[in-house]
């Protein structure tokens, strides 16, 4: 099963790896429509427990996400490609030097729509490797140099 797919990062309100290759913007609507599934008690922010995906997705996109985030630098975000779902490449995982941290191939992971990422390895071949819960099914997950998660 190849990881991201647009219609379960839409319904997640996140996006997978924003690096290179062809990716499907989120409209105006879908950034509003995904912040009022985000914030469903209205509080105007959301924080790291509520919306672990999200802050795993604006750090992949450089961002630092304070102790919240408010609907406007959400919506700032979603609109300047934050959150854009990328296609996965064909083949994916690459093998390849592969400079991410743990942590920053974990981010990846989470920001693909996957909870529980354990501790990942990087193997002989530069793929980050661990464990993840998606669609509350539990698989192995890899993380090429290119971004690229997949389920396996």
């Known amino acids: 099963m190849r990881l991201p797919t647009r219609t379960m990062?839409?319904?997640?309100?996140v996006a997978g790896a924003l690096a290179c290759g062809p990716a499907f913007a989120l409209t105006d609507a879908e950034c509003q429509a995904n912040w009022t599934k985000l914030d469903a008690g209205g509080a105007g922010y959301v924080t790291a427990e509520q919306a672990a995906s999200i802050y795993a997705g604006a750090r992949v996109a450089g961002q630092a996400p304070g102790d919240r985030?408010?609907?406007?630098?959400?919506?700032?975000?979603?609109k300047a490609g934050h959150f854009d779902v990328r296609a996965t490449d064909a083949g994916a995982p690459l093998k390849g030097?592969?400079?991410?941290?743990?942590?920053?191939?974990?981010?990846r992971a989470v920001a693909a729509g996957f909870a529980?990422?354990?501790?990942?390895?990087?193997?002989?071949d530069g793929i980050w490797r661990g464990k993840g819960t998606a669609n509350g099914k539990e698989s192995n997950l890899a993380v090429d140099f290119k971004g690229n998660v997949v389920a396996q």
């Open 69 to 78: 985030i408010t609907k406007q630098q959400y919506l700032d975000w979603c």
């Open 97 to 107: 030097a592969n400079s991410f941290t743990e942590k920053q191939a974990q981010d």
């Open 116 to 124: 529980n990422v354990s501790a990942m390895t990087k193997d002989a």
């Open 9 to 13: 990062l839409t319904s997640l309100a």
